[in-house]
């Protein structure tokens, strides 16, 4: 049901269930919500994610709203932004009160979901540079945007300018070297250099970043058809 399930040391309330049988079992049961809000943490330390079980926590906040913790729906709405370009950022914030999202925090979270679903990146990094109190609390986060800047990019381009694919994914210089190589050397990327145009990234080919004519079945006629229509025009 959920999309890990990380070993993790089990609540006194959640005798020998795991987070997943807990939900299953009787998710709007508010005696859970502290081993949901558990879990979240988990996942933030272990950097693994699961849907479900942060969108049950979120519908118990609704039943709930005096027991509901600020941080703990900042870090889900963080771990579904990393969770892009699946759509669980905006399935989560539906969950959530208008009142709460209107806090500094959330707002900031709304905005840096925007630039990412509209792929202003370098807009992103420079809003993410301003709210790092709220980001450095979730590992990985970095790494999971960059991930996603990569995936827009290769439905994008067959070529991608060295200074663009800086910009997505906020590194320059060595690091980005350092970076270049080691998708050179595990994810099909190639080098193009040009004394004109400087340096281009080839990335691996796709069905959309390298369309290939396919002939559409749904509109032709089979030739058995046509021939049976010839006798009937003479």
Same mark, same amino acid.
């Given at each position: ?18 987070? *997943? ?42 039943? *709930? ?44 979270l709304i905005v840096l979901s925007h630039y990412l679903e509209t792929a202003r990146f370098s807009?992103?990094?420079? *809003? ?56 050179v050397s595990n994810s099909g990327w190639a080098i193009e250099k040009s004394q004109d145009k ?37």
């Amino acid at each position: 049901m959920a999309n890990s399930t990380p070993n993790q040391k089990q609540q006194p309330s959640a005798m020998s269930y795991t987070v *997943e049988q807990l939900i299953a079992v009787n998710p709007y049961n508010p005696d859970i919500l502290p081993d949901l809000e558990n879990y979240v943490n988990e996942q933030v330390s272990s950097q693994t994610y699961s849907l479900s079980a942060n969108l049950c926590l979120l519908r118990l906040y609704q039943f *709930e709203p005096d027991r509901m913790s600020t941080q703990i729906v900042a870090r889900i709405l963080i771990k579904a932004l990393m969770a892009m370009p699946a759509p669980d950022f905006s399935l989560c914030l539906f969950l959530i009160p208008e009142r709460v999202q209107m806090e500094e925090q959330f707002k900031t979270l709304i905005v840096l979901s925007h630039y990412l679903e509209t792929a202003r990146f370098s807009q992103f990094w420079d *809003e993410a540079a301003k709210s790092r109190h709220i980001l450095d609390a979730v590992p990985g986060f970095e790494q999971a945007v960059q991930a996603y800047a990569i995936h827009v990019l290769s439905l994008t381009y067959q070529r991608v300018p060295r200074s663009v694919l800086a910009e997505a994914i906020n590194v320059e210089g060595m690091s980005l070297d350092k970076f270049i190589e080691h998708q050179v050397s595990n994810s099909g990327w190639a080098i193009e250099k040009s004394q004109d145009k400087g340096q281009f990234i080839i990335l691996p080919s796709n069905e959309f970043n390298h369309p290939e004519l396919k002939k559409s079945t749904a509109d032709s006629v089979p030739l058995e058809h046509i021939a049976r229509i010839f006798p009937i025009l003479g």
